[in-house]
């Protein structure tokens, strides 16, 4: 299994040295909009301190904080407005997936009908 890299695009906007357009921060957790978005809504969320790379290496201690994850997306859906017109939440996992930044993160999409690949 590869090592967590400390200088992963996420790692280091979390510190501050990449900007990012964020919309949600607590002492746990970040979310920014994607800078390259694939629906009018589209955000990342973002664990600040846990360094995991991706769900495979999720432990049950994790669980809180990944819950956590998931309540400020919804949270999020809300604030822009896209609650009740629907979202998905995507966790992608390794290269099958298509994970391109090797720090967990999960997607918020909405806004506008999305493909339908799950
Ligand atoms: P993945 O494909 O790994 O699940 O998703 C990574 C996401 O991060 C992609 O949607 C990509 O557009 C986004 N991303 C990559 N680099 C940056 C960046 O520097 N800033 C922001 N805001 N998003 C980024």
Redesign the pocket.
Known sequence: MDSYDDNN?FAR?IRNE?L??NVYEDEEILA?????P?APV?I?IIPKVAKIIGPSEISRSDASLMGKMVYVATELARKFGIDKTGFRL?M?NGSD?????PHI?L?LLGGGTLSNIA
Not at 32 to 36: A, G
Not at 97 to 101: E, F, K, P
């Open positions: 695009i906007i990449i990012s357009n920014f909009h994607d800078n390259n694939l589209h990342l995507v992608n997936a298509g994970q391109t930044v993160h997607h």
